[in-house]
């Protein structure tokens, strides 16, 4: 009677392997997880677009930040950005980081599409983006008033990813 | 007059301005087995089939950027690795690294083949018992 279960034995082990081997199949690889999450935003400093200054990793205290890596060249970061503003108008911090962009038409786009950021700070050289882990636009990160990062997505900021996946990580203080 | 003293002041520039070329050597021209190496290993995280040394994308030009520099700076390749790791989780080395939650991955398929060799040379025996 055993030796006949224990004949069941690679089945199950089948079963199970064959169970997540097909979970896999809907892991999508283009969404790399946010290696870093959970530590400390790497510490960096960016001239600011369109303004004297600059807009480093110490502005990341104090209160809930989105940054949003963004460029003109950016197709998808047009049909973020009304909902960026609206964001922006009901009063969540938005640091801009102009991902290998141009100034000049980094400017233009704002003028065209609209401002939601606080400050947007310029990566010409995606030396920046590297540190964070960026690797496309646009992505958005979650960072807390203590200035870790908490959260990553890479792609449209859409209300729906806003409420699922970004808010529940926000706590009231 | 004038010709020749200026002639022996360009002269006396390049003899400078030569070995200070040869000294700013780029680290993928000194090193460049590798270099190439190196980027064969990293997955570019953009066309994610390719790798570094493969791809155009802006991302694996940025990447190649950066390991020049960590090279130039004197790291290891293992050093290097690690870095980018750190920022962009395992998935951008092509090599699965040996550690606890790959094990299966890199052992599995060996454990699976001795499992059914056993199994099968037990089953065969006993069939011969038997009979």
């Not at chain 1, 055993?2 to 997540?20: D, G, N, S, T």
């Not at chain 1, 102009?98 to 980094?106: E, F, H, I, L, R």
């Not at chain 2, 270099?35 to 990447?63: F, G, I, K, W």
């Not at chain 2, 090599?95 to 299966?104: F, G, I, M």
């Amino acid at each position: 009677m055993i030796k006949r279960l224990l004949l069941l034995v690679p089945l199950m082990l089948f079963v199970i392997i064959a169970f997540f081997l097909w979970k896999g199949l809907s892991c999508s690889p283009h969404v790399l997880p946010l290696a870093q999450q959970g530590k400390t935003v790497p510490i960096f400093s960016l001239p600011r677009l369109g303004e004297a200054g600059s807009v480093d990793s110490k502005l990341f205290r104090g209160h809930y930040h989105l940054l949003n890596v963004w460029a003109s060249w950016c197709d998808v970061c047009v049909q973020e950005q009304g909902f960026l503003i609206h964001l922006a108008q009901t009063g969540v911090k938005i640091v801009g980081m102009n991902y290998k962009d141009d100034p000049a038409t980094a400017l233009s786009f704002l003028k065209t599409f609209g401002n939601p950021y606080i400050a947007v700070g310029q990566d010409q050289t995606g030396q920046v983006g590297i540190e964070l882990g960026v690797y496309g636009a646009p992505e958005t990160f979650l960072i807390s008033p203590e200035g870790r990062l908490l959260e990553r997505y890479a792609g449209e900021m859409t209300q729906v990813v806003w409420k699922t996946l970004f808010l529940p990580q926000m706590h009231e203080r | 007059m004038r010709m020749r003293e200026i002639f022996v002041y360009l002269s006396l520039l390049l003899v400078f301005i030569l070995p200070l070329q040869l000294h700013a050597a780029s680290v993928e021209q000194v090193q460049p087995a590798r270099y190439q190496a190196l980027l064969t290993e990293l997955r570019c995280l953009v066309c994610q089939n390719q790798d570094l040394l493969e791809s155009h994308a802006p991302l694996a030009d940025d990447l190649k950027e950066k390991v020049k520099q960590l090279m130039q700076a004197g790291h290891s390749d293992d050093e290097i690795r690690q870095y980018l790791v750190k920022r962009y989780g395992d998935f951008i080395l092509f090599k699965p690294r040996l550690q606890s939650t790959t094990w299966v991955l890199w052992f599995g398929p060996v454990i699976f083949l001795v499992v059914g060799c056993v199994a099968a040379i037990v089953w065969v025996r006993r069939s011969h018992g038997a009979s």
